[in-house]
């Protein structure tokens, strides 16, 4: 039976059970399932979410439980019973719950058994959430202040979204389509947050969500942007309330409580106004923990009931401080239980003192004094530690302590004020940070924080000084990529380092160094930054790519060159980082990808007389004999970004672009080629921009647009005013889109060419089409025209060996085809006249590449690598790469 022409079937409704899809009768044309996306919108979305994550709330969940005792619905139940909580939970007009209160008194469990409870049902029946589903959506996030990745406003967004399109597919439109214009850059920088709340906005007023509940732990614990997004909770206009809730949890913090003020739709619960029931859970704590106890420590009855009466006693409704007693009591012998029991105070601060008495009582001074590095060292670390990193960070000596295990059993004599959860090394609880910070810092500290901040910087450039060289992981190959060599890095003394290399600056932007009336300043001619930077830089760069951390190493030089910025002491240092950051925003592409092309690429295209270039000509490859023609000082161009997922399709003193999708930008702009000014932004394409060119008495612009796909109408050239601005002429009669644009020398003439395998040749100031030349068999990739105006060239193909892959010579006044030129085996990209009109060149090639193997020198297949023996050589930068028109 024939299809009905132009006839496509949406059919819905006919899902079968499990993930299969049942179809009844003919289908005729195109077939859309819901929910299902084909092959390449599936590659699309999977790297939209990879590029999203940043951590995955799941994971950070499970590692909190395995950092915590076991989840005991006793300790949390009472919530669920509140009126507050069952307030929020059934009443539309209630979607903000907040949970605040001292730390230690349990909210993280309970908001982990909230989001047990809330997710209960969904669990139980997971074919609920099949397209179609109303059943709710949990959404989570724990913040932690020494954790970068858990610290920021950006962050809990990314983890929000990301958790929801996880659950719900379909979600995932609305993360696409800024993703698709802008890649990852969409998820950072100092818009991120802005572009993050579009998305989340666009996904809670999605028709198709469910009850949404999001919750957020330790909001206290975001230190970055968090006025940012408590505005964004509180808002009650960002989605229906009916359909979305927020419960967050913090301590007693005012700013916080200015921006989340109870009203007619918050609700708030205090846990020191809930004394009884948060005492109460307290209660079947400690009977857990003594249950566990008695088990291990072979309690007899009289001992269990007085160990269990004065965890009672002393608690104070508290439960990280009956966890840290329980692990004392844990270690202590039998004999002296009672004792400790009586001597440990109630209150988390005293049990902290007690704590670190007893670290300085232990006989060893020396390990007295390495527990003390330690604990200063992790007090003032911008993140956990790993173990083989604590050794530089605190000072220990190496000889000492050359191995992880001595390390983590140095950890051991620092009491419990510290915890180890897979080779990283942290504080128990932010509390117990806290506790050397607010007023109890001279325990560990000789002198102000900011002194030690100052040594810590020291000691940071000197083991990098000492370390840091030219392929530190033993790389070898030029072109290796840093995804590559896990194996090399972890076997290398890179591990030990990576803190250093990640975090000198920020210990300097914090020290004592900085000040003009500070005798130890550091940031003059000739220091200790200085001669750093003039002797590690690229090598520097190099491990910030091998920790997969060059973006840090960005801010870090932005940072240092605000610092040294207007210093009359510090003019050559100054010069000197200006350079560092040119030379890294130029070359962080290369350099991110390949960490060895810091010496290739990076130093091989940067300007003659860049300071960096000039320092490290040493390491510069002695093998190229023939250099690029490179300028003597940097471009105006600060930076090029890389990673667009749709091409930036023509250029030529004038931009266009776009994908042809209807959120795309799909415009034409003209700039001032002197001042980089744009002078006009020319909109009325719907599909995107193929091809642009400009009039040889340079008054007219023309642009060709579309995709040749079924939703795309466009398929049009338009020739504009240059001028003005003004749209002159709307040229139509192509079927599919419109590739390739030229003007006749005379500039009365303009020629384009389409994927519907036309040629069409129009009078410029009329817009009449002359001529519609036919003849090729495959789509038109590109047009020109003779320089006496007379002839008109035209190249074809379909990129496949038996394609048309022609060029055809037409005669512009009669529209005859004069010569069809055979000889290419794939498409023809590219044609072009000599000046005397004499001679053609044609360029021909596939777009996609291929997978050959080529011995020697050569191209790869996307143009950004110059290979030898197919192996990665050289990254070349944009402006150097070949292109094709």
């Known amino acids: 039976m024939?299809?009905?022409?132009?006839?496509?079937?949406?059919?819905?409704?006919?899902?079968?059970?499990?993930?299969?899809?049942?179809?009844?009768?003919?289908?005729?044309?195109?077939?859309?399932?819901?929910?299902?996306?084909?092959?390449?919108?599936?590659?699309?979305?999977?790297?939209?979410?990879r590029d999203l994550r940043v951590t995955h709330p799941r994971?950070?969940?499970?590692?909190?439980?395995?950092?915590?005792?076991?989840?005991?619905?006793?300790?949390?139940?009472?919530?669920?019973?509140?009126?507050?909580?069952?307030?929020?939970?059934?009443?539309?007009?209630?979607?903000?719950?907040?949970?605040?209160?001292?730390?230690?008194?349990?909210?993280?469990?309970?908001?982990?058994?909230?989001?047990?409870?809330?997710?209960?049902?969904?669990?139980?029946?997971?074919?609920?959430?099949?397209?179609?589903?109303?059943?709710?959506?949990?959404?989570?996030?724990?913040?932690?202040?020494?954790?970068?990745?858990?610290?920021?406003?950006?962050?809990?967004?990314?983890?929000?979204?990301?958790?929801?399109?996880?659950?719900?597919?379909?979600?995932?439109?609305?993360?696409?389509?800024?993703?698709?214009?802008?890649?990852?850059?969409?998820?950072?920088?100092?818009?991120?947050?802005?572009?993050?709340?579009?998305?989340?906005?666009?996904?809670?007023?999605?028709?198709?969500?469910?009850?949404?509940?999001?919750?957020?732990?330790?909001?206290?614990?975001?230190?970055?942007?968090?006025?940012?997004?408590?505005?964004?909770?509180?808002?009650?206009?960002?989605?229906?309330?009916?359909?979305?809730?927020?419960?967050v949890t913090s301590r007693n913090i005012p700013a916080i409580e200015r921006y989340l003020q109870p009203d007619l739709a918050g609700i708030k619960i205090s846990l020191e106004l809930s004394a009884s029931h948060v005492s109460k859970a307290v209660a079947a704590y400690i009977d857990f923990k003594v249950r566990r106890l008695a088990a291990i420590r072979k309690y007899d009855h009289k001992t269990r009931a007085e160990v269990q009466q004065q965890l009672w006693h002393k608690a104070e409704g508290t439960f990280l401080w009956v966890s840290l007693v329980c692990k004392e009591l844990e270690s202590m012998p039998l004999y002296s239980t009672r004792a400790v029991l009586h001597a440990i105070p109630p209150g988390l601060d005293p049990l902290y003192k007690r704590m670190m008495e007893q670290i300085l009582a232990q006989k060893d001074v020396k390990t007295v004094e390495y527990c003390k590095d330690v604990l200063r060292s992790l007090t003032i670390a911008f993140r956990p530690l790993r173990l083989e990193e604590l050794v530089v960070v605190a000072g220990l000596p190496g000889d000492q302590f050359n191995d992880v295990q001595g390390v983590a059993d140095l950890v051991s004599y620092c009491g419990s004020f510290l915890t180890i959860r897979q080779d990283m090394v942290s504080f128990i609880h932010l509390s117990a940070k806290d506790f050397f910070i607010a007023g109890n810092s001279q325990q560990v500290f000789n002198g102000v924080v900011a002194e030690e901040q100052g040594r810590m910087t020291y000691r940071l450039l000197n083991v990098m000084r000492s370390t840091l060289q030219r392929d530190l992981c033993g790389l070898q190959k030029l072109g290796a990529r840093t995804q590559e060599v896990a194996e090399q890095i972890k076997d290398s003394i890179l591990p030990r380092i990576a803190y250093a290399c990640e975090y000198w600056v920020d210990h300097l932007y914090d020290s004592n160094l900085i000040s003009l009336a500070s005798y130890s300043d550091v940031l003059h001619n000739g220091s200790i930054v200085d001669v750093f930077l003039r002797e590690k830089f690229l090598y520097w760069l190099e491990a910030l790519s091998l920790c997969k951390n060059m973006s840090k190493g960005v801010v870090s030089i932005a940072k240092l060159k605000a610092l040294t910025q207007g210093r009359l002491d510090a003019s050559a240092l100054n010069e000197l980082v200006g350079d560092a950051h040119r030379f890294i925003m130029t070359h962080k592409s290369a350099i991110e990808n390949s960490p060895l092309q810091a010496y290739a690429s990076a130093l091989l295209f940067s300007p003659t007389r860049s300071i960096i270039k000039g320092l490290f000509k040493i390491e510069e490859p002695d093998w190229i004999t023939i250099k690029p023609a490179i300028q003597e000082k940097w471009s105006p161009c600060l930076q090029t970004l890389e990673g667009h997922s749709n091409e930036v399709r023509s250029t030529r003193l004038a931009s266009g672009s776009g994908s042809g999708l209807p959120w795309d930008d799909n415009t034409v702009k003209i700039w001032d080629v002197s001042s980089g000014e744009r002078l006009h932004t020319l909109k009325g394409h719907s599909g995107g921009v193929n091809s642009i060119a400009f009039s040889h008495d340079s008054t007219r612009l023309a642009s060709g647009s579309g995709l040749g796909l079924p939703w795309d109408d466009d398929n049009t050239v338009k020739i504009w005013d240059v001028s003005s601005g003004e749209c002159l002429h709307t040229l139509k009669g192509y079927s599919s889109a419109a590739n390739s644009v030229a003007f006749s020398h005379d500039s009365t003439r303009l020629a384009s060419g389409s994927s519907d395998s036309t040629v069409k040749i129009w009078d410029v100031s009329s817009g009449e089409c002359l001529h519609t030349l036919k003849g090729h068999s495959n789509g038109i990739r590109s047009v020109a025209f003779s320089h006496d105006s007379t002839r008109l060239a035209s190249g074809s193909g379909s990129g496949m060996p038996w394609g048309d892959n022609t060029v055809k010579i037409w005669d512009v006044s009669s529209g005859e085809c004069l010569h069809t030129l055979e000889g290419h085996s794939n498409r023809v990209n590219s044609v072009a006249f000599s000046h005397n009109s004499t001679r053609l060149a044609s360029g021909s090639g596939s777009a996609w590449g291929d997978s050959m193997i080529y011995q020697g020198l050569g191209l790869s297949s996307d143009r950004t690598w110059i290979t030898y023996n197919s192996e990665n050589l050289l990254w070349l930068p944009s402006e150097y790469r070949p292109h094709f028109q």
Request: hydrophobic letters at 35%; proline letters at 3%; a neutral charge.
């Open 2 to 49: 024939q299809s009905p022409a132009g006839h496509t079937t949406l059919y819905t409704n006919n899902e079968a059970d499990g993930d299969s899809t049942n179809i009844y009768g003919n289908v005729y044309g195109g077939l859309h399932i819901p929910g299902r996306a084909d092959g390449a919108s599936r590659s699309s979305a999977h790297q939209c979410l």
């Open 59 to 247: 994971e950070d969940r499970a590692r909190i439980e395995d950092e915590k005792d076991t989840l005991l619905k006793d300790c949390y139940a009472w919530i669920l019973d509140d009126s507050g909580f069952r307030r929020w939970r059934t009443q539309a007009d209630s979607q903000l719950l907040w949970i605040k209160g001292d730390p230690g008194k349990g909210k993280t469990m309970m908001i982990m058994g909230i989001i047990d409870e809330l997710s209960q049902k969904d669990r139980a029946r997971p074919s609920l959430r099949k397209i179609g589903s109303k059943h709710a959506l949990v959404a989570y996030f724990f913040c932690q202040r020494t954790r970068p990745e858990l610290n920021n406003s950006v962050s809990v967004l990314r983890g929000l979204i990301l958790l929801l399109v996880e659950k719900r597919e379909q979600l995932i439109q609305h993360v696409q389509k800024r993703y698709e214009t802008t890649g990852s850059k969409l998820f950072e920088g100092s818009n991120a947050i802005y572009a993050l709340k579009e998305i989340l906005l666009d996904i809670l007023n999605d028709p198709s969500l469910p009850m949404t509940y999001l919750l957020v732990d330790a909001l206290d614990e975001c230190t970055s942007g968090l006025s940012a997004l408590l505005r964004i909770i509180a808002n009650d206009s960002l989605a229906p309330r009916s359909r979305v809730k927020w419960l």
